[in-house]
């Protein structure tokens, strides 16, 4: 009886290997999600940690390949590791090289593309991950990185633990290599559903729109309240946004990654948009390197599919000093306006309170880039750097020369800030309309009504852009 019970386990042992052997540790099919076809890529990690060998690689491509021809977007479950060393010491077979790249540099903008890391998800899937336009991690659980743990202490003589090296505390948080963290792996699949909803199947068909929802609601009759007009206060701009938006539509991307800025999908009057705003909960909303990132990244993604971008707009400038210059805060930035000079839907600009410098011009403040209308709450404060700052650079000898230097400062402060009125803004054609907070929501939906989903490019004849990162 034992010799026979061992018989029968080794026989269905044999058999699952086998069974698994062939599949490779790659799962490929299709789906609906929300009664729309997409195209599933799972790893299994009980075959081989879910590194990829010849065959589990080629199914990858395969569904890469079946995503673009069919027009649906792409769901990847990523649980493994990289290319299988055992079998990638093989010059007759890595010297092919893998042209899955090259289909992801191409489906990129055609179809949504997402990846859940749900458990390891060193090398390969890491790479996966960053071709794709929406990334969750599983808190705990997932991983991402280059290498993993035993290979950087191969590699590198570095000792570090699984998470430390690339749990979502570091890819989510800190680095934004991915875009949202989430406890568990069901709420990583509802989030997959809730940003696709966003977004058309593919560039070519329409975003797929709600119930309009009414466009006058109690919400709006305390936002003049949430904004205080004293630009020393701080407020959280999300509230706002949740006013804005259709009651309960909003899907943060990235909300703990540069929480000076907030991106986030949402409803208007049922259609999808995006909104970018700056949080001066924050570093007072000032633009730093991982948000011009945040919003460069957003900013492609509802170009690519078809969301009209709502600029909300309350910042101070860009950041400064030596340890902005480290973090090369020129590209970083010249990425935010590269990727609003390339969009070609409908955009709107609404300045809340502060619209400095250069920092007002990257948010698509005034005419900078052709907004399809740009707005202004009577809190708003146009101009080219702060009052209090300009006085001190551009009045330092007058003000040190006086008798009162104070009371010096106070008159030149007071004197800019009676020429910076929205007001002024809209008599020099800077902006078209000073509009209440309460009546926000309605322009914003007349607008969007009357623009045209797409707007000609007007490129001159080249072959393609050079991206400053």
């Known amino acids: 009886m034992a010799a026979s019970a061992r018989s029968a386990r080794w026989s269905a042992t044999t058999a699952a290997a086998a069974w698994n052997g062939l599949a490779d540790g790659v799962v490929i099919g299709t789906a609906q999600i929300d009664s729309r076809p997409v195209v599933i890529v799972s790893q299994d990690f009980t075959v081989h940690g879910g590194s990829s060998g010849k065959l589990g690689s080629a199914k990858i491509r395969r569904a890469v390949q079946q995503a673009m021809r069919d027009g649906t977007p792409l769901v990847m479950l990523l649980d493994g590791g990289g290319h299988r060393i055992q079998d990638g010491q093989d010059s007759r077979h890595f010297a092919n090289g893998s042209p899955t790249f090259h289909d992801f540099a191409r489906i990129s903008g055609w179809v949504p593309v997402v990846s859940v890391m749900m458990g390891a998800g060193f090398a390969g899937p890491t790479n996966y991950a960053g071709m794709s336009d929406f990334v969750i991690m599983v808190r705990g659980q997932a991983c991402m990185g280059l290498a993993g743990p035993a290979l950087v202490k191969a590699g590198t003589g570095e000792d570090i633990d699984i998470q430390s090296l690339g749990g979502a505390e570091v890819q989510v948080d800190k680095y934004g290599l991915a875009h949202l963290g989430v406890d568990t792996e069901a709420e990583a699949l509802d989030a997959v559903k809730r940003y696709l909803g966003f977004l058309p199947s593919n560039a070519r068909q329409p975003v797929p729109s709600a119930a309009a929802c009414p466009l006058d609601d109690e919400r709006q009759q305390d936002l003049h309240e949430l904004v205080p007009a004293d630009t020393r206060k701080a407020y959280n701009v999300r509230k706002v946004i949740q006013r804005l938006a259709d009651p309960d539509s909003l899907l943060e991307i990235q909300p703990t990654f540069a929480k000076n800025a907030v991106t986030a999908f949402a409803r208007l009057g049922g259609r999808p948009v995006g909104f ?38 309350d910042v101070p400038g860009f950041s400064i000093g030596s340890s902005a210059e480290r973090s090369l805060l020129g590209r970083r930035s010249a990425r935010m306006v590269y990727e609003l000079g390339h969009a070609t839907v409908p955009r709107v600009s609404v300045v809340l309170r502060k619209g400095y410098g250069l920092g007002y011009i990257a948010m698509c403040g005034g005419r900078s880039f052709d907004a399809d209308a740009c707005l202004a709450w009577p809190t708003s404060e146009i101009c080219a750097m702060s009052l209090e700052g300009a006085a001190n650079v551009a009045y330092r000898k007058d003000i040190e020369r006086a008798d009162d230097p104070d009371e010096k400062r106070r008159e030149i402060v007071a004197d800019m800030r009676s020429r910076i009125s929205p007001l002024r803004g809209a008599e020099g054609f800077g902006i078209d309309d000073i509009v209440a907070p309460e009546d926000t929501r309605r322009r914003l939906f007349e607008i969007l009504e009357r623009a045209p989903l797409r707007r000609e490019n007007f490129m001159p004849p080249k072959v393609r852009s050079i991206s400053p990162i």
């Open 276 to 313: 970018i705003a700056n949080q001066p909960m924050h570093l007072g909303g000032m633009l730093t390197s991982p948000a011009c990132e945040k919003i460069a990244h957003f900013a492609a993604i509802c170009d690519a599919y078809g969301l009209p971008l709502i600029y909300l707009i």
